[in-house]
């Protein structure tokens, strides 16, 4: 059932399920990518009935900002162990 849940939610646009399970589909296939995006699913539901809280959609950009945030950290801290120093003003939308 909960893989049915996952295959449902993977159909969705503009989702946090579905970004996720594009980007696992493309390193652990479409079975395990499934699996995966039920498993979140399991994960959230647990902790929705635990906190009595509403589910809160993180959207189809969270991981890529995540991504992105720990690809600039990375970067950055490659560019100070060759010695240069940069000023960094992030453009906010």
Same mark, same amino acid.
């Given at each position: 059932?909960?893989? $049915?849940? #996952?295959? #449902? ?46 589910? !809160? ?6 991981? $890529? =900002?995540? =991504?992105?945030? !720990?690809?600039? =950290? ?20």
């Amino acid at each position: 059932m909960l893989v $049915q849940c #996952a295959w #449902a939610a993977t159909r969705t646009k503009s989702t946090y399920l579905r970004s996720k399970y594009d980007s696992l589909v493309v390193r652990r296939g479409k079975k395990r990518a499934l699996i995966a995006v039920g498993h979140k699913i399991l994960i959230a539901s647990y902790f929705i009935l635990k906190d009595k809280v509403a589910y !809160k959609e993180l959207g189809s950009d969270f991981l $890529q =900002n995540r =991504n992105l945030d !720990k690809k600039i =950290n990375r970067h950055l801290k490659l560019l100070k162990e060759l010695g240069v120093e940069l000023e960094i003003k992030k453009n906010v939308a």
